[in-house]
Nanobody, 128 residues
Framework: QVQLVESGGGLVQPGGSLALSCVAS????????MAWWRQRPGKEREFVAT????????KYADSVKGRFTISRDRAKNTVNLQMNTLEVADTAVYYC?????????????????????WGQGTQVTVSA
């Protein structure tokens, strides 16, 4: 059983930056891919970024590519999301997630049904 706890959300102006962090506990993450998802007001939960725990290989949603960076710190068991050049459209609850890094996940990482564990979420609001 993996537990995920996010932190770092808050209010930021358009064009600003914010860093989210997720601490994982409950066992080894070597078999997992870690991810960030978000749910914007009135929208379905959507994929943001994912990273393989053991190889640092990352993938991004087109809407955040070039602005957001996912990383992991294996020594601290954390996965981070650095968000730059934030837009009002980035306002959402951001969720940390973990999924067994199988071929199914690799081919379907944008599908929430392949996520095994979710954090409780942290609010990010981008507003002037």
């Amino acid at each position: 059983q993996v537990q995920l706890v996010e932190s770092g959300g808050g209010l930021v102006q358009p064009g600003g930056s914010l860093a989210l962090s997720c601490v994982a506990s409950g066992g080894s993450l070597d078999r997992y891919g870690m991810a960030w998802w978000r749910q914007r007001p009135g929208k379905e939960r959507e994929f943001v970024a994912t990273i393989r725990w053991t190889s640092n290989s990352a993938k991004y949603a087109d809407s955040v590519k070039g602005r957001f960076t996912i990383s992991r710190d294996r020594a601290k068991n954390t996965v981070n999301l650095q968000m730059n050049t934030l837009e009002v459209a980035d306002t959402a609850v951001y969720y940390c997630a973990a999924a067994l890094y199988t071929s199914d996940y690799l081919n379907n990482y944008r599908a929430p049904r392949f996520i095994d564990y979710w954090g409780q979420g942290t609010q990010v609001t981008v507003s002037a």
